[in-house]
């Protein structure tokens, strides 16, 4: 079962890779089929099959000779990862695959805001519309309280937050941020989200000073943050009750 899951993990993943290319370029990402972004021969259907037909080509396209982007195994192979780590976590479970949904939509978003420094509401919408409908199916099938004040400060609270920092840092902090952080906040609730922005900060200041200090980035090159938005999203989902706990355990000893 557990290669099944990656194996479909990285099959999704390969469609993920279709999604960053194309909807920046805002191409249709189900027609037309799949090409090369190089020569835009349209690829084969052995050209397709996630990770192996990257291995066996060599990283080149069969046709133009030109090298393909390690972006795209690495796609596949860490999407497949996800859904493996949700499996083990959660099981075959609604839950699980509401979870799988988000963080391939999180890689996307990462993708494209690293490429072109900037996060479509599309993909902002969809995460918006598939928090809604897992809370929906979980509300008939088993009665769970939707905690819809919880639902609605986890997204006003920190989207207000970074409303307030891109005004005092004059923009620094993107209209795509404050949106991202805010669908995120819908789904994790307050106590989480507030996780998930320190988390955030935290893992975007150790990156940061990594590419300064071997000159990867100058000091005047922006960097974009949803990437971080989204990690933290993950780590604060798939572990974020063992951090919180680490945390009150910490603060008891410091101060009593």
């Not at 557990?2 to 993943?13: D, M, T, W």
């Not at 976590?89 to 690293?114: H, Q």
């Not at 769970?144 to 986890?154: C, P, V, Y």
Request: glycine share 8%; net charge positive.
């Amino acid at each position: 079962m557990k290669i099944f899951v990656f194996l479909l993990g990285s099959i999704i993943g390969s469609f993920l890779n279709v999604c960053i290319y194309r909807i920046p370029k805002e191409i249709g990402i189900v027609y037309p089929s799949s090409y090369c972004p190089k020569c835009s021969i349209p690829l084969k259907w052995y050209n397709l099959i996630p990770i192996i037909s990257y291995l066996i080509q060599r990283g080149r396209c069969g046709n133009c000779d030109k090298i393909i982007s390690p972006q795209y195994p690495i796609i596949e192979i860490l999407n497949g990862i996800l859904y493996l780590i949700l499996y083990n976590k959660l099981g075959l479970t609604i839950d699980a695959i509401f979870y799988g949904s988000i963080f391939s939509v999180l890689l996307v978003i990462s993708c494209i805001d690293l490429y072109h420094q900037i996060i479509p509401d599309s993909l902002n919408i969809l995460i918006l519309i598939i928090g809604f409908i897992y809370n929906t199916i979980k509300f008939i099938l088993y009665g769970t309280n939707l905690e819809i004040i919880n639902h609605a400060l986890g997204l006003m609270i920190p989207s207000c937050m970074f409303l307030l920092i891109a005004i005092i840092t004059k923009g620094n902090m993107g209209g795509g941020d404050i949106k991202l952080i805010g669908v995120l906040g819908f789904i994790l609730g307050v106590k989480k989200v507030l996780l998930n922005i320190f988390l955030s900060f935290i893992s975007g200041a150790i990156i940061s000073i990594f590419l300064l200090l071997f000159k990867i980035k100058g000091r005047k090159d922006s960097i974009p943050f949803g990437p971080f938005i989204c990690l933290s999203f993950i780590i604060t989902l798939l572990w974020g009750d063992r951090i919180l706990d680490w945390y009150i355990i910490i603060n008891q000893r410091l101060y009593h």
